[in-house]
Each structure stands twice: as structure tokens, then as C-alpha cells.
């Protein structure tokens, strides 16, 4: 089997479609090279052989060694250079490279097989000691690090000593002399912390650094990268092994990072930086402060001539934005990688807008480009432009959004404190791929140093995290736990607002505002329209939502509670009272039943209090709800909306505290020990499984058909011919099919007299929530009494698991970290489980009635994966909150394509 992949002198053996085996830097190194892109030759050994590595216990697997040095042979000969021939030295880069991208979270080691022969070598070839001691000192630098562990500030100490004692600024002002004498000292760095001399054999070098960056797959922030960005299934990473070419040999050299458009606007522009005579990571690690791309035509104006040509041509071929490293040696250009560029949610979408108004890409690929936890973001709050700002420092903006939080100056803090459910801001000099968690723990992230692709910078973007980088007017103290600008000191725990937007810090707490909806947004969302089978629908109980959802883009109501219109100022009142004389209404009714003629009246005078308490509560409650619908409805603009009935047990409505509890008795004129008795009376053990939903309606049936009354009422209001008004009437709580046809039959035989009064005519539909696990085994029987469907998942979920939605929180914490269940099934409907009760329901509603309508209106009704399901299970629409709709919209388009 074939473990390695040679690319060079224009032809490779892998290609960019081989991401999976080559990992994605490969596949696209390989890619480039067949498009005749200069990008220096290398081989790489596939992702599988990482996997062969591990459950070889860390050990080459046979065979791999001999693949290895043919390689290197043919190596050699595209580049006319020897591995290890001090007169002629092949030098090699050894890079990591998934076949997701996990920028900076592997190894690389750059300018391998050097030893002090090969640098004596190269000194008398090239006649540039200054650079040869450069990449020297570099080399045990990041050998040291990388393959051996011994830490890079090991190092790092060094050089700034050497700094200070040259009394330079920065690496590329020390001299030759200064550098010779620095890779001594590394040296002894490397024996001191390491035992050994630093290895001088090539092939012993080589074999350490293939180690090593296998080894990094599963490095601690390797996984916990992974973990974060839920990638899963993957064989390991690649290794790539790649001729060296320099962008430190002198000032007509230098190295940088480009993208093909603005990956935090989406703007179409020339975007990037780049450092004169530096190498390789200098411009991520913020070494020294980047130029702008565009001085790059004034310094090199033939290299950059043909860097944006190549920008062009690459992002052609991919048909997506770009994000390129590059270097340029001794004026000429050589491309080391190129992959779709990481961009911000606003990016994402201007992107993709602007993408398919080029013809570059079809509507089917541009919903792909933006992933629905993007558009979250997007739907975030915002800084109140009015609101006044102390802004005390500017910086660069290297990911927009605002953000508010309390200071604090390392990851663990930042880890510790929002567990605490405290809001922070991460200040720090710069950040390294260790803070990875910290900073996803985080509101935002401030850094005194780094440009706009710095490790903050990206890693922020990647994360939709706010970031203000390279600040340069603050000083921050790790040691005291402060930042410094001007006269001002902050400290930790110190409240702070930051704008990724317009790179500024300030003071405080600076407002939020909500999000609106415009723009590309608008446009992409209309892409996403056009693309999507699956409705989507909100839940909203109020006018107020429902215009907001209307916004969004929600193309009816899938759920509108009825409860909170109980609860409303002086409602509550009515509802009590309501309670109070339902079960005596209930008796007499019966007794009426039973009653002779002539005993009637008898009854009827007995119950006089009752019979006006109660049809009086009704009555008034008709008022409010008609009123209710009538505003819902207007708001819906003839848009279809489902009205829940009644759903929670009736204790609900009654006081708990006894301050409340007199407040009832003394409005109502009733002793507070009848109160008490009542609240007594209605405690369940387990309300949930208890007297709600339609089972409150077999007992009193008269609260349904006035909610029916006063939702007929409100659309014979409203209906006009060209907007009519088709209320769905939606029955909860049911398990069985005479329980349905039984309070159906109340809310039919009342709608009718409404209707016959009204002398009008009124669509109207009346169906049920699925949502007992009897009711999705029955559904057949069910669909005969139902005009639609609408799955309930909360309580499907609650009743299919056996875990109840207010007390998980207890347990589901270490389930998740057990792995028992991989997602709170709250959140992420359950597939496996709840799902198959879906798919049942589904299929037997659907072979009694072949056109049901079905939708699902849980919390689940947003959440993207749950989405796709729905669609794959043919059903109607989805509904959720209206701030999910837009990201129910998008995942919809993409489950269809
Ligand atoms: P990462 O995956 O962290 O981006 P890379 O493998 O891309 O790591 O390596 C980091 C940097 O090292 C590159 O951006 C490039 O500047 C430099 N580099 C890697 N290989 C070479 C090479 N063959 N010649 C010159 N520079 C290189
Ligand atoms: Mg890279
Ligand atoms: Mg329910």
C-alpha cells in the first residue's frame, strides 16, 4: 500500500479531492503543483499512516522507512541538492497538516538538516553567515521545542539577551558575529535541558521531526481544539516534507499571509501582511509588527505583480476565498499553502452573496458557505451607537462584535471564572495556541501585540470571537495582574467593553443592542429561501413576537402558547376564580345529568355561585384571548398560526407563598384556608405526568371551547377575502384516540354555533401535538381525527428518556463527559431514540392520511441537525424562537442540497 505522495517539477501524485489520506495542506500543496503554481517540491506520508503509527505504539510501521528515503532521493534530484551534503545541502521543512484545518495547533519544524558541517558549507556557498546562523539558531530552536520539549522560552530568553546586549530592537538587526554566538548558547540550552548534544545526522533529524508532528496529533491542545470545533472521524494528520526556500536571506526577501478577500468583511480587496527578511511563522507569532500588503508593490513590485495573479487564479479554481502563505526568496515568489480562508459570520455571508452575484458559485453551494452557528452570531447584540464610550486605547480590528467583560490576564482565569458564570475579556501580550481554551471561554480578546492574521486574530475569527489585537499604546503585567495606557492602570476584575469592529477598548460597560436584519443578510437569506423545501415557522405568543419572527423571515406561527394569556394582569384574578368554582361546576353538571325535571331547579339554585363564578370568570377571559388572536393574527398578516389550548396543570395558576396566598383571599373574599385547601387540593406528585393539557379538558370542558370561541371570534374578525385568516387549533397532551375525538367533539359542536351565529364561513383546522410516546405508536388511529401534526419533542423527549426537563441539570453534566449521551437531548433531538418515535408517527399519520400536515415545535424546531432530520423525514415545517428562524432557514437550504 502506498504511503507517501511526491509533488514537484509541475506534476504530483495526489490532488486537491485527496484531502481525506493527504490532509488538506498536502492535498492542496499537491494541487497547486499540478496547476503550475511555484510551490517548492516535497513529498507527504498519508494521514492513514498516522493512524498505523498509534496502534503501532508509536513506531514506524515496515516498509515506511524505505518510501521515506526514496523520496528524499527524489528529492534531491528535483532540486539539484543533497540531504546532508555540506556542499550542496538540501534543507527541509517537516509540516503537520489534517484533513480539516487546525491552524497552528500541529507542529512544524523548518530548515532541518543543518549540523555544523552543513552550516560551514553554507556559509562558504552562499557568503551570507548572517543568514546561515539565522536559520541555524531557529533550527535548534525549534527542534529543541518541537521534537525534544524542551520550551521555546528557553530560547526565546536567550535571544533577547543577545537582543539587549546588541542593543537592537529585533532579531534581523543582530549581526553574524551576534548570531554564531546565539546558536552556542542554544546549544547549550538544547544539552542542559535535554542531556544530549544536538543531533548532527540529517536522517536522525528527519526521523525525530515525522515523530514529532505525529506525536502532535494528539497533543493536548490538538484535542481539545477538536473537541471545540466538534471535529470527529478523522485518520491523524499528514506530514509533509518540503524543500526550504528562505525569506530571510536579505531585504529582497521576506515571507507573509494573504487572503482573497477581507476574511472579516468579506469584502473584495487585497488583504494580508508580510515581513521584510523573516521566516516562516515571524508574521503569525507577531515577532515584529507586519507591513500591509499593499507596500509590498513599492517594495518588490514584480513578486507582488505575480502574488495577485496567483491570488486570482487560486481562488478561481476553488471557488472560494483564498487564505496563502507565502515567501519570497531572493526576489522570487514561492506559494507554501493555500486553503479556504477562515472568515468571520459577516464575512461568510458577503462572501457568498457577492460569490453568486459573480457567477462563481450556484445558489446550492453558497448556503453551504455559512454555517448556521455563524448566523448566530450574526444575530447578536451589538454596541448602542449612541451610547457614550471612554475609549482609552485603539487597536486593529481583528474580529468584530462587541464585547463586555471583566478583565483577566491568563486562560486559566478566563477557564475558572466563566465557569463561575462571570463575563470576561482575556487581555494578553500576545496568545499562543496553549490559550485556545481561555479564549473560547471568553467574551473577547484583547492583545498588546500581533496584526491581523496573528494567532489571536484568526483563532478569534474562527471562533466568532470579538478581538482586538496589537494594541500597541497598552503595557500588560502578567506578574501584577495589570495593563498600563498612559496614566491609567486596569486591573484584574476591572469591567471592559471591546469593539472588533472599529478596534477600540474602552472602559465599562457599554450598552448592547439587538441585531437587524438587512443588507447581505437579507440577500442571503433569500438565497437560502430559494434553495429550501422544508417551511419554517416560529413559536410566539404575543404580537410583539410575532412581528419580530415575521422579520426573520417565520412564514407562520407553528406554536402559540396560550398560557401566558392567563397570567396577565387582572387575568390571573379571572383564572383564579375560574379554579376555585370548577370542580362544584363539574359537580353539578353531573347532578343535572342525573337529576329528575323536578329536581333541577333544586340543583340549579344550590350552584347559583357556582354556575357565576365560573361562566363569569369565562366570560371574562373570552374578552382577553379574543383580543389576544385578533392582535396575533393581525401581526400574521394571513399567515397560518396554531394555537396551542390550555396546557400546564391548573396549580400553576395558584400563589405558593403565603404572602400571596392572603393577597388571593382578600381580592377574592374568600378565607385563606379555603385558599390553602385549594392549593392543597391540586398539588400532584408529579405534575408533568399529571392533570394537564387535554385531560383538563374531559374534566372541564368549558375552558377549551371558550379558547376555541375566542380564536374563531378573532379570525371571523380579521379574515378578508384576501387575507383569510386559517386558524389551526392545536390539542395537546394526547395519548389516545377517543381522548382526542372526545374534546374535539366539545370544540367542534362550539366553533359551529359561533359560526352559525356569525353566519359566515371560516376555514379552520384541528389537529393535535405528538408528544406522548402512545400518541407516535397510534398515530394512525390518531390522524383520523387530526387535520395535522405537530411533534411536540420537549415532552417526547421528557417521557421517551425518562428525564425530566428541570431536573437533568443534575446529571446530564457528566453524561455528556461520560459520553453516555454524546448531546443533552434537550438540545440536540435524540435520533436514535425520540427520533424513531418521529419517524413512526410520521409514517403512520401519513397511511391514514396521505397528506397530513406535519411539523415539530420543540425547542429542537432551530437547532440545525435537528432540522436536517425533519426534512429527510418529509416533513411540512419546522418551528422555533424567532431568532432561530433565520438559522432554521439556512440549515433547511442546506439539508436540501
Ligand atoms: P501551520 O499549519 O501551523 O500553518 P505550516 O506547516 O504552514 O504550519 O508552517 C508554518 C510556516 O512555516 C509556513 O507558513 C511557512 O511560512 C513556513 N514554512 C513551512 N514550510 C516551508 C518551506 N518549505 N520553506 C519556507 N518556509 C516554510
Ligand atoms: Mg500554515
Ligand atoms: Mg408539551
Not at 175 to 190: C, G, M
Not at 328 to 346: D, F, M, P, S, V
Request: aromatic share 6%; proline share 4%.
Amino acid at each position: 500500500e502506498k504511503r507517501v505522495y511526491f509533488f514537484g517539477s509541475k506534476k504530483a501524485e495526489g490532488k486537491a479531492s485527496m484531502k481525506q489520506l493527504l490532509g488538506g495542506k498536502g492535498a492542496n500543496l499537491a494541487e497547486m503543483t499540478n496547476l503550475g503554481v511555484p510551490v517548492p517540491a516535497g513529498f507527504t506520508i498519508a494521514t492513514n499512516v498516522c493512524q498505523e503509527y498509534y496502534s503501532n505504539n508509536a513506531k514506524w510501521p515496515a516498509g515506511l522507512e524505505a518510501e521515506v528515503s526514496k523520496n528524499i532521493k527524489k528529492l534531491e534530484t528535483a532540486m539539484g541538492k543533497k540531504f546532508g551534503d555540506p556542499k550542496n545541502p538540501l534543507l527541509v521543512s517537516v509540516r503537520s497538516g489534517a484533513a480539516v484545518s487546525m491552524p497552528g495547533m500541529m507542529d512544524t519544524v523548518l530548515n532541518l538538516g543543518l549540523n555544523d558541517d552543513v552550516v560551514a558549507g553554507l556559509i562558504e556557498m552562499t557568503n551570507n553567515p548572517r543568514f546561515v546562523y539565522d536559520i541555524y539558531r531557529r533550527f535548534i530552536d525549534m527542534y529543541g521545542d518541537v521534537v525534544m520539549g524542551c520550551k521555546h522560552e528557553k530560547f526565546e530568553e536567550a535571544l533577547e539577551a543577545a537582543k539587549k546586549k546588541a542593543k537592537v530592537e529585533n532579531d534581523n538587526q543582530l549581526s553574524a558575529e551576534q548570531l554564531a554566538e546565539l546558536v552556542e548558547s542554544y546549544k547549550k540550552i538544547y544539552k542542559k535541558n535535554i542531556g544530549k548534544m544536538f543531533p548532527q545526522k540529517p536522517l536522525d533529524q528527519l526521523k525525530g521531526a515525522i515523530d514529532a508532528v505525529f506525536g502532535s496529533w494528539n497533543s493536548e491542545r490538538a484535542i481539545k481544539y477538536r473537541q471545540i470545533h466538534k471535529i470527529e472521524n478523522l485518520l491523524g494528520t499528514a506530514v509533509n516534507v518540503q524543500a526550504m526556500v528562505f525569506g530571510n536571506m536579505g531585504e529582497d526577501c521576506g515571507t507573509g499571509v494573504c487572503f482573497t478577500r477581507n476574511p472579516s468583511t468579506g469584502e473584495k480587496e487585497l488583504y494580508g501582511e508580510f515581513l521584510i527578511n523573516a521566516q516562516g511563522e515571524d508574521v503569525v507569532a507577531g515577532i515584529r509588527t507586519p507591513l500591509e500588503m499593499k507596500k509590498l508593490s513599492k517594495i518588490m513590485p514584480k513578486a507582488y505583480k505575480e502574488l495577485v495573479a496567483l491570488m486570482k487564479k487560486l481562488e478561481k479554481h476553488y471557488k472560494d476565498m483564498q487564505d496563502i502563505e507565502f515567501t519570497i526568496e531572493q526576489k522570487k515568489l514561492y506559494i507554501l499553502q493555500t486553503r479556504n480562508g477562515k472568515r468571520t459570520a459577516a464575512a461568510a455571508v458577503k462572501c457568498a452573496v457577492d460569490m453568486v452575484a459573480e457567477k462563481l458559485i450556484p445558489n446550492k453551494v453558497a448556503v453551504t458557505r455559512v454555517m448556521p452557528e455563524q448566523l448566530d452570531m450574526l444575530l447578536h447584540p451589538s454596541f448602542d451607537s449612541k451610547a457614550k464610550r471612554d475609549v482609552i486605547a485603539k487597536g486593529l480590528p481583528a474580529s468584530p462584535g462587541a464585547a463586555v467583560g471583566q478583565v483577566v490576564f491568563d486562560a486559566e482565569t478566563a477557564d475558572a471564572w466563566a465557569a463561575e458564570g462571570k463575563k470576561v475579556i482575556l487581555v494578553r501580550i500576545e496568545t499562543s495556541p496553549e490559550d485556545i481554551s481561555g479564549m473560547h471561554a471568553s467574551e473577547g480578546i484583547l492583545t498588546q501585540r500581533g496584526g491581523m492574521t496573528s494567532h489571536a486574530a484568526v483563532v478569534a475569527r474562527g471562533m466568532g470571537k470579538c478581538c482586538v489585537a496589537g494594541v500597541g499604546e497598552i503595557s500588560v503585567n502578567y506578574k501584577t495582574r495589570k495593563f498600563t495606557v498612559g496614566k491609567k492602570t486596569v486591573k484584574e476584575g476591572d469591567w471592559l467593553s471591546l469593539d472588533g469592529t472599529r478596534g477600540e477598548v474602552a472602559m465599562g460597560q457599554i450598552p448592547l443592542v439587538e441585531p437587524k436584519m438587512s443588507g447581505d443578510f437579507a440577500k442571503f437569506m433569500a438565497i437560502c429561501d430559494k434553495v429550501r423545501k422544508l417551511k419554517v415557522r416560529t413559536n410566539a405568543d404575543t404580537p410583539d413576537d410575532a412581528a419580530a419572527a415575521r422579520e426573520f423571515g417565520a412564514e407562520g406561527i407553528g406554536l402559540c402558547r396560550t398560557e401566558h394569556m392567563f397570567f396577565e394582569g387582572e387575568r390571573i384574578w379571572h383564572v383564579r376564580s375560574l379554579i376555585l368554582a370548577a370542580d362544584d361546576y363539574a359537580a353539578m353538571k353531573k347532578e343535572l345529568a342525573e337529576a329528575d325535571k323536578k329536581d333541577a331547579a333544586a340543583i340549579k339554585k344550590k350552584y347559583a355561585d357556582t354556575k357565576k363564578n365560573y361562566e363569569g370568570a369565562l366570560k371574562k377571559l373570552l374578552t382577553y384571548q379574543r383580543k389576544d388572536f385578533e392582535g396575533i393574527f393581525k401581526a400574521m398578516k394571513g399567515l397560518p398560526v396554531t394555537v396551542r389550548l390550555l396546557d400546564p396543570p391548573l396549580h400553576e395558576f395558584l400563589p405558593n407563598d403565603a404572602a400571596s396566598q392572603k393577597e388571593m383571599a382578600s381580592r377574592l373574599k374568600i378565607k385563606l384556608k379555603d385558599v390553602k385547601n385549594m392549593v392543597e387540593k391540586l398539588h400532584e406528585f408529579n405534575p408533568m405526568l399529571g392533570h394537564r393539557g387535554c385531560r383538563l379538558a374531559v374534566t372541564y370542558p368549558e375552558i377549551y371551547r371558550m379558547q376555541a370561541r375566542a380564536i374563531i371570534e378573532a379570525a371571523l374578525k380579521l379574515s378578508t377575502p384576501k387575507n383569510k385568516v386559517i386558524p389551526e387549533i392545536m390539542i395537546p397532551l394526547v395519548g389516545e384516540v377517543s381522548e382526542l375525538a372526545q374534546v374535539k367533539a366539545e370544540v367542534v359542536d362550539e366553533i359551529k354555533q359561533v359560526l352559525k351565529k356569525s353566519r359566515k364561513k371560516l376555514t379552520y383546522k384541528i389537529g393535535t401535538m405528538i408528544e406522548i410516546p402512545r400518541a407516535a405508536l397510534t398515530a394512525d388511529e390518531i390522524a383520523n381525527e387530526a387535520d395535522f401534526f405537530s411533534f411536540g419533542t420537549n415532552d417526547l423527549t421528557q417521557m421517551t428518556l425518562g428525564f425530566s426537563r428541570d431536573d437533568i441539570g443534575r446529571f446530564i453534566g457528566q453524561y455528556l463527559v461520560e459520553g453516555i449521551y454524546k448531546e443533552d437531548p434537550f438540545q440536540v433531538l435524540d435520533q436514535n431514540g425520540v427520533g424513531k418515535l418521529v419517524k413512526t408517527g410520521i409514517e403512520l399519520g401519513r397511511s391514514a392520511k396521505k397528506r397530513l400536515k406535519i411539523g415539530i415545535c420543540g425547542e429542537h424546531g432551530g437547532e440545525p441537525k435537528t432540522v436536517a432530520f425533519c426534512h429527510e423525514l418529509g416533513m411540512n415545517y419546522v418551528s422555533c424562537s424567532p431568532y432561530r428562524v433565520p438559522i432554521a432557514r439556512l440549515a433547511a437550504a442546506q439539508s436540501a442540497v
